[in-house]
């Protein structure tokens, strides 16, 4: 067994551990969980960090458990939030149980054999048992107002500007994660929960009802909630949340996020999101200060977490698509490309649509460039260009008698027209 806390402090990944949680994993097999969010059927990345903390707890030869929230879903957690989340019905979170299940397969071993296997469970399994008169009688007498009012999650969300206030059954929520604790310390033997250092009150609640309930002792690990150092989100792109599901956020976009990072972000973020040992991370580390434009760290980030979520394939498709716009490609490798990694990698280029009709009579690159699109500002200008060799379609090089036809659509929809290196416009064909 490996010390899970010096694994967790060398990666910058503990923010902080009740006492005695070091001694205690030391002594033997231990069980911890963390519990996600499944208001969504794809996680993204702002929750690898707790998937790497069960990743790495299974790795040092802990068991692992994750806990979907099914029925704190139907909740909503006031930590961080400014106003309360919407709620679903039991079939949908279901469905999204299903899906997150599939992508924790890509981090945690679900199907091994051995004691320390990871397991899925869902709180909503054993809360729908519990009436609410129950869980008042058996356990909020428990936990006092003052007690629960003291948590910083509750404390924030009350005192924010939302005019509606906190509602009862926000209030709740840390009782009910509590109690989940204490379910799988007396179900599991587990002794263990973890999770962002904005969860460190509702993890603390779990460990009194262990102590109060149940006579025992249960302990909290919380990681640093992970920041950029331009001070914006992680986890957020332009277009909003990086995804962990294809369908939301291609692979090659995923690359592109840990590809685009700062240096200052590459480094700390090697050691948090990939399972490279911390003699690797630092020859990266070295190696990438001796040719910072080389986007060593980068470009081992962008590798070693594409791998995990999307796997190889995808991961060689993503670094071909990168390189159609900083590397020599042709026509074969943009129809290579499925539709959306396409867009993906020409996203925000300006675009004309054209028939078909035009398409299957023959396209003359007069009406492409300008008669028909306005990439370029006149016929003439469309002229010279190709008089001076500087017009591509679909990264090739054409001269003036070139006609566009059916054989040239990507996707059978697109035709990539370029003037120069770096200017590019997009016939649409519909």
Not at 11 to 20: A, E, K, Q, V, Y
Not at 380 to 396: F, T
Request: charged share 25%.
């Amino acid at each position: 067994m490996k010390n899970f806390i010096e694994e967790l402090q060398w990666r910058g990944m503990l923010n902080d551990s009740m006492p005695g949680t070091e001694e205690h994993l030391l002594e033997e097999m231990r069980s911890a969980y963390v519990g996600f969010d499944p208001t969504a059927d794809s996680l993204h990345i702002g929750n690898l960090v707790p998937i790497m903390l069960l990743a790495h707890f299974q790795r040092c030869g802990h068991k692992p458990i994750a806990l979907v929230g099914g029925a704190t879903g139907m909740i909503g957690d006031p930590s961080g939030k400014s106003s309360e989340r919407n709620l679903l019905d039991e079939k949908t979170l279901r469905h999204n149980q299903e899906c997150v299940k599939a992508q924790l397969g890509n981090f945690l071993d679900f199907k091994s054999k051995t004691e320390n296997a990871a397991l899925l469970v869902n709180n909503y399994d054993w809360m729908k048992e519990i009436s609410f008169l129950e869980f008042i009688r058996d356990v909020g007498k428990h936990i006092s107002v003052n007690y629960m009012m003291a948590k910083d999650s509750v404390k924030n969300r009350i005192s924010s500007e939302s005019k509606e206030g906190m509602s009862f059954t926000e209030f709740t929520y840390q009782m009910v994660q509590g109690y989940d604790f204490l379910h799988l310390f007396r179900e599991n033997a587990t002794t263990l929960q973890m999770g962002g250092s904005d969860q460190w009150g509702n993890i603390t609640t779990g460990t009194e009802l262990i102590r109060r309930i149940a006579g025992g002792k249960g302990y909290a690990i919380t990681c640093p909630l992970i920041t950029k150092s331009d001070g914006s989100k992680f986890g957020k792109s332009e277009g909003g949340n990086v995804w962990l599901d294809a369908k939301r956020t291609s692979a090659y976009k995923f690359y592109q996020y840990w590809l685009n990072t700062s240096d200052e972000d590459a480094e700390k973020y090697i050691r948090i999101f990939t399972f490279l040992d911390q003699k690797t991370v630092e020859s990266l580390i070295a190696e990438h200060s001796e040719a910072q434009h080389m986007r060593v760290l980068q470009k081992r980030l962008g590798e070693e977490v594409t791998l995990l979520v999307h796997g190889k394939e995808a991961y060689e498709k993503a670094i071909a698509a990168s390189n159609i716009l900083f590397g020599k490609s042709t026509a074969a490798d943009l129809k290579a490309l499925d539709e959306q990694t396409f867009l993906d990698v020409f996203d925000g280029v300006p675009q004309a649509t054209v028939s078909l009709a035009a398409i299957e009579e023959g396209l003359d690159m007069i009406g492409a460039l300008a008669a028909q699109t306005s990439f370029l500002d006149s016929n003439g200008d469309a002229r010279r260009a190709l008089k001076e060799n500087a017009i591509s379609v679909n990264k090739e090089k054409i001269k003036e008698n070139y006609t566009i036809s059916k054989e040239d659509l990507i996707a059978n929809k697109y035709v990539l027209l370029q003037r120069g290196k770096k200017t590019y416009y997009l016939l649409v064909v519909a």
